[in-house]
């Protein structure tokens, strides 16, 4: 049996084989394969490395040989032995210098060195230890201790390397581990907002329902009584007028009542004022019928829907939002509404989205008016666009523009983001185009896409599949 050699030389980095001494001489040549493990001799002495690898001629393992600290150092980096033994005296750079600048490369700081030395002074052999030596080996060698010093740090780098690599892949699954935990508590975190967020609208959509209800009841009757009203007030007229005709020329104290309350001009009066009734008692039942349809409790299916009795009963809601105050003149509202089918989906998620969207469009005007005169913004109305269109055959989009401050490119692409707002506190939660875009585009399936140019104002675009799948 014999012992695998090889040297490298500072020429043979590109092309490294080894071969194979046998007891009989015979050089056999073959590549170095990965998997064997390799101890490298670093010893300026020729005999000295005969006697070493002849020491280790029947353990199977690679030999690699260099003859000054130098080429040590250039095969420690290319062939990564599993140890060093390193003679202490050398020309050259000695030992212990060899064995620092081994300990000074990432490359190489891992592998084991034993020093090999004829010195017995123990100050050499601290030395030796402090700089990262983990063993001595006295010369003359004794064959047997060599081999056993060799095979225990052998074993001692081998369970060394399974450690290394038991806590990267324990790393890799603490890490993954950790990669799913988040992934959980984020979908948790999700689904207690959402649940939060279903009980709320139900609770409130049940409560605007029942007030709605409530409303529409008295106004049903007052504008029952009115008509009734109108038409005994009309009948009245007629008697007067008749009478007048009649007798125009009435008792004294009849004339002084009639001068006193002014009868022509109640003649004239009465019926306007229930014109005027009329018209605030049929404000109310729009504003009932707007709350109804706004508030519509339709989470478990799709529904057929026309998207532009959702936007004009959220308009309706928020009308007192846009009329003129002592700051502005009325904001001003043009609808261009295209010829779209209804749509199926969740009208009261939908009447949300536009809800929140167009909230946001009258709180961008407000701000933008922040340091103009009220005849400023008469010459340059607050101006709210809601456009409805066919994308094609499968898709309509909704359309609402403002022409305010507009935001920056940085605040444009946040606006979606949980909680990101750019009001002040108690003014804003950052939560409305958070969950606009995910009525939207998770429970619609559709896209929210946000325009917007400093200065010109900013516009979101809805767009929705027409008959989305289930």
Sequence with gaps: MGSWLFSIGPKDLGNVLCYYRSQSGKKIIKKMTGNMIKILLVDDNPTNLKVLSGAMSDSGWMILVATDGERAIKQAEYATPDLILLDVMMPGIDGFETCYRLKDNPMTEEIPVIFM??????????KGLNLGAVDYITKPFQQEEVLARVGVHIRLRSLSKKLIQQNEVLENKVQERTAELM?????LQKSQVQLVKNEKMSALGQLVAGVAHEINNPVGFIAGNLSQAEQDIKSLIKIIDCYQKEYPNPASHILELSEEIDLEYLKQDVPDMIASMKQGTDRLRNISMSLRTFSRLDDRARVQFNVHEGIDSTLSILKHRLKANENRPEIKLLRQYGEVPAIKCFPGQLNQAFMNILSNAIDALEESNNGRS??????????ITIRTYLLDADWLAISIGDN????????????FDHLFTTKAVGKGTGLGLSISREIIEDKHQGRLICHSVVGQGTEFTIELPISPGD
Excluded: F, H, W
């Design 183 to 187: 992934d959980a508590l984020n979908n």
């Design 117 to 126: 030395t004829a010195l017995n002074d123990t100050v050499d052999k601290v």
């Design 374 to 383: 009220y005849q400023n913004v008469k010459e340059k109305p607050n101006q």
């Design 404 to 415: 305010g401050c507009g935001m920056s490119e940085e605040i444009r692409a946040k606006v």
